[in-house]
């Protein structure tokens, strides 16, 4: 259609007759005079319409499936990492049933020196090359926890509380050069003062230069005064090796922490210490030595009609001799009949009466 002056005037025509048309049908409402024309347009173009939608649909699908699936693959990965997080914090099989072990453990050792503790988790260790050996622990001011106070765990002393916030506390170990605790020696009483030497075994100078010790003999804390920093009887250590004595006023032995400083995991922190002295109940008993086992071994009585195996071996004996000597006899034999005079015929017969 070419673009004249007749064009022009027909399409500005057509567009006013239209606003003219939505106008009345505007006014009308639903007794609109052009509500005929809309149902009959709409009887014939209704199935040409539901033919192009249900045509069009799929593509629509898909293109709406393209859209969603960027949201779906979005919260996939938001559950997947939240699995991941609950994983994390739960941690493995294996891992809750030694933190099980050793809170049990330690709930038997603060049962056993009658000790009130506050439980905690270690959420940090301080470095030990050129630094302290220290440990931050995940309780605080709000739970309780003062300065100078005692924590050990299931096998004995860990350490004390040295700075106290308000959530957390650092602990200073026993196994620290800054470190000191008065110790005494099972049964023997003997007094003296352990000092951390790093990763080597700690430094107990025994009060008594004449102490009689030995490997193996163990050593629990002193205690201080008001209890604090350490209260007594929990466990120290084992003795490891002795110096010899040179008379002088005191003695050094060497002493294995019973404590793994390097996986601390589970801690306690005593918050408040026992009525009494547990002296050495806290100790761990000492494994009984294994029976020796003594074999005897039993002759069996020999059967009815059986030689008893003494018999047996010797008759061989006695019925092996050397051929020589077997022959002796034979030979004798030989030469007394060779000897023996020979008897003439004659005097046999005079002999005949």
Do not use: C
């Amino acid at each position: 259609m070419r673009d004249t002056r007749e064009s022009r005037l027909l399409l500005v025509l057509l567009v006013a007759v239209a606003f003219a048309l939505i106008t009345v049908d505007i006014r009308g409402g639903q007794e609109s005079p052009v509500d005929g024309a809309r149902q009959a347009a709409a009887a014939v173009f209704g199935p040409v319409e539901n033919g192009v939608a249900a045509a069009v649909d799929p593509i629509g699908n898909a293109i709406g499936a393209v859209r969603d699936s960027g949201e779906r693959h979005t919260r996939i990965a938001a559950l997947e990492k939240e699995n991941a997080e609950l994983k994390a914090e739960l941690g493995s099989d294996d891992r809750n049933r030694n933190r099980l072990r050793a809170l049990d453990s330690m709930l038997k050792t603060a049962g056993a020196g009658q000790y009130g503790i506050k439980g905690a988790q270690v959420i940090a260790i301080g470095a030990a090359q050129g630094f302290s050996w220290t440990v931050t622990i995940d309780v605080g001011a709000r739970d309780g926890i003062q300065r100078d106070m005692t924590v050990l765990n299931g096998a004995g002393l860990v350490g004390r509380v040295t700075t106290v916030g308000p959530s957390t506390s650092t602990v200073l170990l026993a196994n620290d050069p800054d470190f000191t605790v008065g110790t005494r020696m099972e049964k023997t009483d003997e007094l003296g003062f352990a000092t951390g030497q790093g990763d080597r075994p700690l430094l107990v100078q025994l009060l008594n230069g004449k102490a009689k010790v030995k490997a193996g003999d163990r050593l629990v804390t002193f205690g201080s005064r008001a209890d604090k920093p350490f209260v007594p009887g929990v466990p120290v250590g084992e003795v490891v090796r002795v110096d010899p004595s040179g008379g002088g006023l005191t003695r050094n032995v060497y002493v294995r922490p019973y404590v793994g400083f390097t996986k601390l995991d589970i801690v306690g922190v005593v918050v408040q210490a026992p009525r009494s002295d547990p002296r050495d109940a806290v100790l761990p008993q000492k494994p009984k030595p294994a029976p020796t086992v003594t074999v005897t071994v039993t002759a069996k009585p020999p059967a009815d009609g059986e030689q008893p195996q003494g018999e047996k071996a010797d008759r061989p004996l006695q019925e092996q001799q050397p051929q020589g000597r077997a022959q002796k006899p034979a030979q004798n034999q030989d030469q007394a009949q060779d000897q023996a005079p020979a008897q003439n015929p004659d005097d046999q017969g005079d002999a005949t009466p």
